[in-house]
C-alpha cells in the first residue's frame, strides 16, 4: 500500500496558467506538509498543517495556497505560475509534530 | 528562527570507507534531529533520527551523535558501499520553546566509488 500518494507526478504547463497538485496520506497522521525542491535540491518546507492550524512559511508567495478537505488530504494550488516555480514538489506526512516525516514520491512542475 | 548548517556539500570516498557528515543549529530549543536519505530520483527518507535525551544512537553502519553544547550533531557511516551514494539531508526542530517546523540543511551529495 502506498503511504502517501501525490498527483500527478509529471506536470508541465504555461506561465500564468493555475494548477493543482494532489496529496493523500493512509497513514492515520495528523499532520501533513509541502517541500519544494529545487534544482540544487534544497528542501524548503513551504507549509505545515496539523489540526485545521496552518502553518505557512512567510517566503512562500501567497499565489501557493494549501487546502485541506480532511486530515487524509493536503493539496496545493498555484495560481499564475511562474518560471521560477519550477521544482519537484513533495507532500509529506508525520504522526503528530516533531517527528519522522513520509514523503510521497514527488511532483516535477515544469514551467514553460 | 533556526539555521541549520550542513557540511560537506560534497563527500566522495572509496568503498569500505567511513564517512563523517556534520550539522550545526542555532536554536537551543531544537530537541529533534533527522536525517534523511534521499537516492537520485527518489524521495527523502528518514535513516535514523536522535532526541535531545541520548548523546548517540546507532543501527548497523550508521551512527548519529548529539553535542547540545556546541549544537552540532553528526552522521556516521561505516564501512560505506556503492549503494550508501545519496544525498543525506540533516534537520532540526523543537517540541517547544523553537520552532516544531523542521529546518533542513542544504544536503551533502555522497559518492562511493566502488
Keep these: 500500500d502506498t503511504a502517501v500518494s501525490q498527483t500527478p507526478k509529471y506536470l508541465v504547463t504555461q506561465m500564468g496558467n493555475d494548477k493543482s497538485i494532489k496529496c493523500e496520506q493512509n497513514l492515520g497522521h495528523d499532520t501533513m506538509y509541502w517541500y519544494k525542491q529545487d534544482s540544487k535540491k534544497f528542501l524548503k518546507i513551504m507549509f505545515s498543517y496539523n489540526n485545521k492550524e496552518l502553518i505557512i512559511n512567510e517566503t512562500v508567495p501567497n499565489r501557493f495556497s494549501p487546502k485541506s478537505p480532511d486530515k487524509a488530504h493536503l493539496n496545493l494550488h498555484i495560481n499564475s505560475l511562474e518560471l521560477g516555480d519550477s521544482a519537484v514538489y513533495f507532500c509529506a506526512s508525520s504522526p503528530g509534530l516533531v517527528n519522522e516525516q513520509y514523503f510521497g514520491p514527488g511532483t516535477r512542475l515544469t514551467v514553460t | ?114
Design chain 2, 1 to 114: 528562527g533556526e539555521n541549520v548548517e550542513q557540511h560537506p556539500s560534497t563527500l566522495s570516498v572509496q568503498e569500505g570507507d567511513s564517512a563523517v557528515i556534520k550539522c550545526t543549529y542555532s536554536d537551543s530549543a531544537s530537541n529533534y534531529f533527522p536525517w534523511y536519505k534521499q537516492e537520485l530520483g527518489k524521495r527523502p527518507q528518514l535513516i535514523i533520527d536522535i532526541r535531545s535525551n541520548v548523546g548517540e544512537k546507532k543501527d548497523q553502519r550508521i551512527a548519529v551523535t548529539l553535542n547540545k553544547t556546541a549544537k552540532h550533531f553528526s552522521l556516521h557511516i561505516t564501512e560505506t558501499q556503492p549503494e550508501d551514494s545519496a544525498v543525506y539531508f540533516c534537520a532540526a526542530s523543537s517540541t517547544s520553546g523553537g520552532s516544531y517546523i523542521p529546518t533542513f540543511g542544504r544536503g551533502t551529495s555522497l559518492i562511493v566509488h566502488p
